[in-house]
Nanobody
Framework: GVQLVESGGGSVQAGGSLRLSCVAS????????VAWFRQTPEKEREGVAA?????????VYADSVKGRFTISRDTAKNVIYLQLNSAKPEDSAVYYC?????????????????????WGQGTQVTVSS
């Protein structure tokens, strides 16, 4: 099955930028919806962004990151990115990449943790004020 490996986490000052990468072991472009989630010790894992299968490639974002985060795909490299801009201390968390088999262009459940069965190991992001 598909395996996911995240990288790119680290420390950044408030207002700064970071790009997270999620490398998939096989092409996910046309058969999977891929999402980024984040979790802190105080909060449950929450969905922040998702990208649907090609050709639609629709995206959806949590309100807390809309306008600051961008999810994208590099088809040739089987990589899904999460660009974090205008980072805030409350963005600090372990970020996880997840995938679910779904070739459709849209689904209302795209940011629900329970809908995803394939997960990466996570990468830590720390935003200092």
């Amino acid at each position: 099955g598909v395996q996911l490996v995240e990288s790119g986490g680290g420390s950044v000052q408030a207002g700064g930028s970071l790009r997270l990468s999620c490398v998939a072991s096989e092409n996910t472009d046309t058969r999977f919806v891929v999402a980024w989630f984040r979790q802190t010790p105080e909060k449950e894992r929450e969905g922040v962004a998702a990208i649907f299968a090609q050709p639609a490639g629709s995206t959806v974002y949590a309100d807390s990151v809309k306008g600051r985060f961008t999810i994208s795909r590099d088809t040739a490299k089987n990589v899904i990115y999460l660009q974090l801009n205008s980072a805030k201390p409350e963005d600090s968390a372990v970020y996880y990449c997840a995938a679910a088999p779904f070739p459709g262009a849209w689904a209302s459940w795209a940011l629900l943790r329970s809908e995803y069965t394939i997960w990466g190991q996570g990468t830590q992001v720390t935003v200092s004020s």
